[in-house]
T-cell receptor
Framework: DAKTTQPPSMDCAEGRAANLPCNHS???????VYWYRQIHSQGPQYIIH???NNETNEMASLIITEDRKSSTLILPHATLRDTAVYYC????????????????FGQGTILTVHP | EAGVTQSPTHLIKTRGQQATLRCSPI?????VYWYQQALGLGLQFLLW???????NRGNFPPRFSGRQFPNYSSELNVNALELEDSALYLC???????????FGPGTRLLVL
């Protein structure tokens, strides 16, 4: 699976949009971009995933560049409860690739939302 | 819809003992995954079970084992506990093989 690079930490003011970048320059054509977040000492929470088109759900938007080498997770109106570690993961869905079922978590980005 | 549930929430054992952790997947999910998150370290993949079979295993010694039951729930067993086994153990489930994984709240294991 392709490796990802994320900034170690970011700050955001409450009510503003939080834009979390992820670089995955070695991504393969059949690899999806997944985002999870982990609030302190809790299990990771699935946020969103996409292949090449931009995606939006009730939690966030995912913008993937045309060359698919990077993506941005957007939390449109950050709240204090969005303070968490955000993980960007790229993997093949299904049984293909070397991941074979596992998610490989990096260090993620610690997002701190300030009042 | 109920999420992934894990029990117990906390477990305290002494070195050399055995620990059993349990996981119930989301209804309709057939795959169960186990991860370990030791203090200050990232999440490490442990095991993947699907349809009662072990499908993949992470870089952990054989004393980490598990099984999946016909109702798709799963157990993780850790034998001969060592101090460094102290960690948050997370279970996840997916509807189909290797699809989107949804995590439970975890079991915090402390080995004294």
């Amino acid at each position: 699976d392709a490796k990802t690079t994320q900034p170690p930490s970011m700050d955001c003011a409450e009510g503003r949009a939080a834009n979390l970048p992820c670089n995955h320059s070695t991504i393969s054509g059949n690899e999806y971009v997944y985002w999870y977040r982990q609030i302190h000492s809790q299990g990771p929470q699935y946020i969103i995933h996409g292949l090449k088109n931009n995606e939006t759900n009730e939690m966030a938007s995912l913008i993937i560049t045309e060359d698919r080498k990077s993506s941005t997770l957007i939390l449109p109106h950050a709240t204090l409860r969005d303070t968490a570690v955000y993980y960007c993961i790229v993997r093949v869905r299904g049984l293909g690739g070397t991941s074979y079922g596992k998610l490989t978590f990096g260090q993620g980005t610690i997002l701190t939302v300030h009042p | 819809e109920a999420g992934v549930t894990q029990s117990p929430t906390h477990l305290i054992k002494t070195r050399g003992q055995q620990a059993t952790l349990r996981c119930s997947p989301i209804s309709g999910h057939t795959s169960v995954y186990w991860y370990q998150q030791a203090l200050g370290l990232g999440l490490q993949f442990l095991l993947w079970y699907d349809e009662g079979e072990e499908r993949n295993r992470g870089n952990f010694p054989p004393r980490f084992s598990g099984r999946q039951f016909p109702n798709y729930s799963s157990e993780l067993n850790v034998n001969a506990l060592e101090l460094e086994d102290s960690a948050l153990y997370l279970c996840a489930s997916s509807q189909d093989r290797a699809e989107t994984q949804y995590f439970g709240p975890g079991t915090r294991l402390l080995v004294l």
